[in-house]
C-alpha cells in the first residue's frame, strides 16, 4: 500500500535510516529536522502517517504532537513516537499528548512497517469518512449531536479474555475505576458474547492457558458486527513473532507485560475515544446523508450528492496530486425495455443494472444514479488505464449474463461506457462529467455495448 510518511528527527543519519527503511516498502518519504518544521509541512501537505522523535532541541515530539492533535486539519493524522527512552512514563505523555503508537530506538524492520501500515489503513479509512461528511455539510444537512460530545471518552464496556485468574483480578482493579469490564476465561464464550453486546474495546491475553488468543482477535476481525471492534493484545516479553502476527491481521494495540496501570488506562483511552469518532460519523452517514441522497429505486446515491461529492473529491485530488477517473454508463435502447416490457420491467432492469454496478465499486468508489437510464461511477486514486480495464470489466458484466424481467422471461441487456479523469489543476467536476459524456456519446456512435475514453 501506498502512503505519505513524514519522518521527524534532528539527526540526519536517523532521518536517512527510516527514510530508507520506508522507500524500500514503497511508502513515500517526507522529513523534517525539527518540530516547527513538521508542523508547516502538516499543515501544507497531505500527510498520512508521521514518525516522530521524542528528544529534539526546541520544540520536543510531546509538544509536537500536542499541536498536531489540537488542529482540526490534523487531529486525525496518525503520529508513531520514536524514543530511546523506555521508560512507561515517557509512553503515557506521549499517549495524553494524542500519540497513536511508540517505537523504541534501535527501531525494529518488522515492527516499523508494520505499525505504519495498521496506522495507514486507519487514516485511509477515516479519511473516507471525514471527506463523505464534508459533502453531507455541503448539502446542508445538519449534525444529529456536537462531535465533540460523540467522542468524549465517558466510561466504556471492555471485554477482557484471559484465563489467568491473578492478572485478569489485577487488570479489573485498575480499569474497573473508570469502565465497566468484563471478563471470560473461554474465547469461544467470548465471541458469543461479543456477538449478543456491544462493546467499545476488547482486551486479549496472548498467554491463554488452552487457547490461541489470535484465533479469537481473526474471527472479531472476520464477523460484521465486530469488525471495527478496537482491539488491544496483552503480550509478554519475546513474544514479538506473535504480536507482529497481531498487528497484521488488524490488532489495533498491544501491551507487554508487566503492564503500568498508567499506560494502559492512557491506550484505552486512546482506543475508546477512536472507536466513539467513527462510530459518529458512520451512524451520520447512515441515518442522515443516505435518506437525503439516495436515489429510492436502485439504492445507490442521487445526482444531487455526486456533484458534491465529485466536487470535494476534485478538490483534493488537484491539492494532493493524486489521480481521479469518472465512469458514465448508460443501458443502450433502454427505451425499447420500456416499450416492450412496460415501466414495471423497466424499473427491474435498472435495479439489476445498479446491482451489478455496485458488486463492480471499490469501497472508496461512489456508484450513482444520474436519471433514467444513466449511471456514473467516480474513481479516486485511478489512472485513465486502471479505470478502462474497471470500465471493460463493468461492461462485459453487464452483457455477458441475461436480466431476469419476469420469472418466465429473460432479455439481453448491454451498455456504452465514457471515461475521463483529471488532466490539469485547471479541470472542474463540469469539465471532467462532460469529457466523460462526449466519450459516452463516442461508445454510442461507434456501434454501442464498448468503451470509449475520448478525451474531447
Same mark, same amino acid.
Given at each position: 500500500?501506498?502512503?505519505?510518511?513524514?519522518?521527524?528527527d534532528d539527526?540526519?543519519?536517523?532521518?536517512?535510516l527510516?527514510?530508507a527503511?520506508?522507500?524500500?516498502?514503497?511508502?513515500?518519504?517526507?522529513?523534517?529536522s525539527?518540530?516547527?518544521?513538521?508542523?508547516?509541512?502538516?499543515?501544507?501537505?497531505?500527510?498520512?502517517?508521521?514518525?516522530?522523535?521524542?528528544?529534539?532541541?526546541?520544540?520536543?515530539?510531546f509538544?509536537?504532537c500536542?499541536?498536531l492533535?489540537?488542529?482540526?486539519?490534523?487531529?486525525?493524522?496518525p503520529v508513531i513516537?520514536?524514543?530511546?527512552?523506555?521508560?512507561?512514563?515517557?509512553?503515557?505523555?506521549?499517549?495524553e499528548?494524542?500519540?497513536d503508537?511508540?517505537?523504541?530506538?534501535?527501531?525494529d524492520?518488522i515492527?516499523?512497517?508494520?505499525?505504519?501500515k495498521?496506522?495507514?489503513r486507519?487514516?485511509m479509512?477515516?479519511?473516507?469518512m471525514?471527506?463523505?461528511?464534508?459533502?453531507?455539510?455541503q448539502?446542508?444537512?445538519?449534525?444529529?449531536?456536537?462531535?465533540?460530545?460523540?467522542t468524549?471518552v465517558?466510561?466504556g464496556?471492555?471485554?477482557?479474555?484471559?484465563?489467568?485468574?491473578?492478572?485478569?483480578?489485577?487488570?479489573?482493579?485498575?480499569?474497573?475505576?473508570s469502565?465497566?469490564?468484563?471478563?471470560?476465561?473461554d474465547p469461544?464464550?467470548?465471541?458469543?458474547?461479543?456477538?449478543?453486546?456491544n462493546?467499545?474495546?476488547?482486551?486479549v491475553?496472548?498467554?491463554?492457558?488452552?487457547?490461541?488468543?489470535?484465533?479469537l482477535?481473526?474471527?472479531v476481525?472476520s464477523?460484521d458486527?465486530?469488525?471495527?471492534?478496537?482491539? @488491544?493484545i496483552?503480550?509478554?516479553?519475546?513474544?514479538e513473532? #506473535?504480536?507482529? =502476527? $497481531?498487528? !497484521?491481521?488488524?490488532?489495533?494495540?498491544?501491551l507487554?507485560?508487566?503492564?503500568?496501570?498508567?499506560?494502559?488506562?492512557?491506550?484505552i483511552?486512546?482506543?475508546?475515544?477512536?472507536?466513539?469518532?467513527?462510530?459518529?460519523?458512520r451512524?451520520r452517514?447512515?441515518?442522515?446523508?443516505?435518506?437525503a441522497?439516495?436515489?429510492?429505486?436502485?439504492g445507490?446515491?442521487?445526482?444531487?450528492?455526486?456533484e458534491?461529492?465529485?466536487?470535494t473529491?476534485?478538490?483534493?485530488?488537484?491539492?494532493t496530486?493524486?489521480?481521479?477517473?469518472i465512469?458514465v454508463?448508460?443501458?443502450?435502447?433502454?427505451?425499447?425495455?420500456?416499450?416492450?416490457?412496460?415501466?414495471?420491467g423497466?424499473?427491474? @432492469?435498472?435495479?439489476?443494472?445498479?446491482?451489478?454496478?455496485? #458488486?463492480?465499486t =471499490? $469501497?472508496? !468508489?461512489?456508484a450513482?444514479?444520474?436519471?433514467?437510464?444513466e449511471?456514473?461511477?467516480?474513481m479516486?486514486?485511478?489512472?485513465?488505464?486502471r479505470a478502462?480495464?474497471?470500465?471493460?470489466?463493468?461492461r462485459?458484466m453487464v452483457?455477458?449474463?441475461?436480466f431476469?424481467?419476469?420469472?418466465?422471461?429473460?432479455?439481453?441487456?448491454?451498455?456504452?461506457v465514457?471515461?475521463?479523469?483529471?488532466?490539469?489543476?485547471d479541470?472542474?467536476?463540469?469539465t471532467?462529467f462532460?469529457?466523460?459524456?462526449?466519450?459516452?456519446y463516442?461508445a454510442k456512435r461507434?456501434?454501442?455495448?464498448?468503451?470509449?475514453?475520448d478525451?474531447?
Open positions: 500500500m501506498t502512503a505519505r510518511v513524514l519522518v521527524v539527526i540526519p543519519a536517523n532521518v536517512k527510516l527514510e527503511r520506508l522507500t524500500a516498502e514503497y511508502f513515500e518519504v517526507v522529513t523534517a525539527n518540530g516547527p518544521a513538521a508542523l508547516e509541512i502538516c499543515a501544507s501537505q497531505r500527510i498520512d502517517v508521521v514518525l516522530l522523535d521524542v528528544m529534539m532541541p526546541g520544540m520536543d515530539g509538544e509536537v500536542r499541536r492533535k489540537s488542529e482540526a486539519e490534523t487531529q486525525h493524522v513516537m520514536v524514543t530511546a527512552l523506555d521508560q512507561p512514563s515517557d509512553k503515557v505523555q506521549g499517549l499528548n494524542g500519540a503508537d511508540f517505537l523504541t530506538k534501535p527501531v524492520d515492527a516499523l512497517i508494520t505499525r505504519v495498521n496506522l495507514a486507519l487514516k479509512l477515516s479519511d473516507e471525514l471527506m463523505r461528511a464534508s459533502t453531507s455539510r448539502l446542508g444537512l445538519t449534525d444529529n449531536a456536537a462531535l465533540q460530545k460523540a468524549s465517558r466510561s464496556r471492555i471485554l477482557l479474555v484471559d484465563d489467568h485468574p491473578r492478572s485478569a483480578s489485577r487488570l479489573v482493579d485498575v480499569i474497573s475505576k469502565h465497566d469490564i468484563f471478563v471470560e476465561r469461544n464464550a467470548a465471541l458469543i458474547k461479543l456477538a449478543e453486546h462493546f467499545d474495546l476488547l482486551i491475553s496472548l498467554s491463554l492457558t488452552h487457547a490461541d488468543g489470535l484465533r482477535c481473526s474471527q476481525r464477523l458486527r465486530t469488525r471495527h471492534l478496537p482491539i @488491544v496483552l503480550v509478554e516479553p519475546g513474544d513473532a #506473535r504480536l507482529l =502476527r $497481531g498487528m !497484521d491481521m488488524g490488532v489495533n494495540d498491544y507487554i507485560r508487566p503492564i503500568d496501570r498508567h499506560e494502559l488506562l492512557a491506550r483511552k486512546t482506543q475508546i475515544k477512536r472507536k466513539r469518532f467513527t462510530d459518529y460519523l451512524n452517514l447512515e441515518e442522515s446523508v443516505e435518506q441522497i439516495t436515489d429510492s429505486l436502485t445507490l446515491h442521487n445526482r444531487r450528492y455526486m458534491s461529492h465529485l466536487r473529491l476534485v478538490d483534493e485530488s488537484i491539492r496530486g493524486r489521480p481521479l477517473s465512469l454508463t448508460d443501458i443502450d435502447h433502454f427505451k425499447n425495455v420500456n416499450d416492450t416490457h412496460g415501466h414495471d423497466g424499473d427491474v @432492469v435498472l435495479k439489476e443494472f445498479a446491482t451489478r454496478l455496485k #458488486r463492480n =471499490r $469501497g472508496i !468508489d461512489l450513482c444514479r444520474m436519471g433514467g437510464e449511471f456514473l461511477i467516480i479516486p486514486e485511478t489512472d485513465l488505464a478502462y480495464q474497471v470500465a471493460e470489466r463493468t462485459a452483457a455477458s449474463e441475461p431476469q424481467v419476469r420469472p418466465d422471461l429473460q432479455i439481453r441487456v448491454t451498455a456504452s465514457g471515461l475521463a479523469t483529471l488532466e490539469s489543476p479541470d472542474t467536476p463540469e471532467i462532460k469529457r466523460a459524456d462526449s466519450a459516452l463516442a461507434r456501434g454501442r455495448n464498448r468503451v470509449s475514453a478525451a474531447a
